[in-house]
């Protein structure tokens, strides 16, 4: 190295440093201002993927694949929230929270700079009111009902990850906790001039939670840009209803979920409804291993047929920061039917196992 390009790595370095220093000077005097996280990595093994090519019969080609991209278990991200008391019971809010792939360092979700989360609010006796971005009301409800957290195997796979993604332009009103009892509501503005129905989202979940028996209903419908319920899996109504119940060292879940895009051209093999079902449990073994078995099912209505996922995982606390996993599953299609066990789409009629071990690590 020269002495300009020494002179200049030196300058940039000293920069970065004065930079972060009084960042966190700020943050530490700002005590209700908290930098949060997770990074999860893993390897993971996938058979009969779709290699995209055909045979001289026409019949897809499928392989294994092997892979680290991050983010099986659960969603690598980071973000700040922070709070302001106003007095008299009442807060001001904020979240910016943006998640990325381990494994590329690539944001998700597109480019946005806070890709998951962007809302600022008030908390207070009558409740939380947020406005901006945020998750849609079902990943976070679904989160709760699904034995796994929502790993990509899991709920999503049978949904083919409609309940991931996140809502831009949103208002959202979560009620205080009454003896148990609560209420969310949310609606998506689509932002389009003359409709207030193309590309916009709402919802409402009603729940109970109280000497470790948890209950969920959600009903919520996404609209295409044209204002259409027109893709099953992206632009359709939801309805969702599940539980936990924990007992000693055994925590158990069971849910039902019902998708219809009635906008939609549906015919034989090409359903515009879906039913799922499922049912797991997670076992404390021990304080720091936790088990998890768990099954889902989804019928599809147009001649389409079912799908099955059965899965197996493990949780290790090396800390209260830090996690091992390992999750083992198998999903098989009917003959019509083009389930992936990570989420999206296989070839048809292919069933699929995979397998990834990994680690996780909060801050």
């Not at 709402?202 to 419908?221: F, Q």
Request: charged share 15%; hydrophobic share 35%; proline share 3%.
């Amino acid at each position: 190295m020269n002495n300009t390009a020494f002179k200049e790595s030196c300058l940039q370095f000293l920069l970065l440093t004065t930079v972060l220093g009084a960042c966190s000077g700020q943050v530490k005097a700002q005590s209700n201002v908290t930098l949060y996280g997770r990074v999860d990595a893993e390897v993971n093994y996938q058979s009969n993927q779709n290699t995209g090519r055909i045979d001289s019969n026409g019949v897809a080609i499928t392989g294994s694949q092997w892979s680290a991209p991050g983010n099986e278990w659960g969603t690598s991200f980071f973000g700040f929230k922070g709070a302001e008391d106003l007095g008299g019971g009442m807060k001001a809010l904020f979240t910016l929270e943006s998640g990325f792939a381990t494994g590329n360092g690539v944001v998700n979700g597109g480019s946005a700079l806070w890709s998951r989360r962007a809302f600022v609010g008030l908390s207070g006796d009558y409740g939380t009111l947020k406005l901006g971005r945020d998750l849609t009301l079902p990943s976070d409800i679904v989160w709760s009902l699904d034995p796994t957290g929502q790993q990509a195997m899991g709920t999503a796979t049978l949904a083919k990850g409609r309940n991931w993604p996140q809502t831009s332009n949103q208002v959202q009103y979560i009620t205080p906790d009454m003896n148990g009892f609560s209420a969310v509501g949310m609606y998506g503005f689509g932002e389009v001039a003359g409709s207030t129905q193309d590309s916009s989202s709402n919802g409402i979940e009603l729940g109970y939670n109280k000497d470790g028996l948890e209950l969920k209903v959600m009903y919520d419908v996404a609209y295409d840009p044209s204002g259409q319920l027109s893709t099953l899996f992206q632009y359709s109504k939801e309805l969702t209803a599940g539980g936990t119940l924990t007992l000693d060292k055994w925590k158990l879940f069971a849910g039902c979920q019902t998708q219809s895009a009635p906008d939609m051209l549906a015919s034989y093999g090409n359903p515009d409804k879906a039913t799922q079902f499922w049912l797991g449990a997670n076992y404390k073994i021990t304080p720091a291993l936790t088990l998890i078995p768990a099954a889902f099912h989804v019928n599809l209505n147009q001649s389409t047929g079912s799908a099955n996922l059965i899965m197996l995982g493990a949780n290790y606390s090396l800390s209260k920061r830090t996690l091992l996993f390992a999750s083992i599953g198998s999903l098989h299609n009917s003959a019509l039917t083009s389930f992936a066990i990570e989420v999206g789409n296989s070839a048809v009629g292919v069933n699929q196992s995979a397998f990834y071990t990994g680690i996780s690590q909060s801050f």
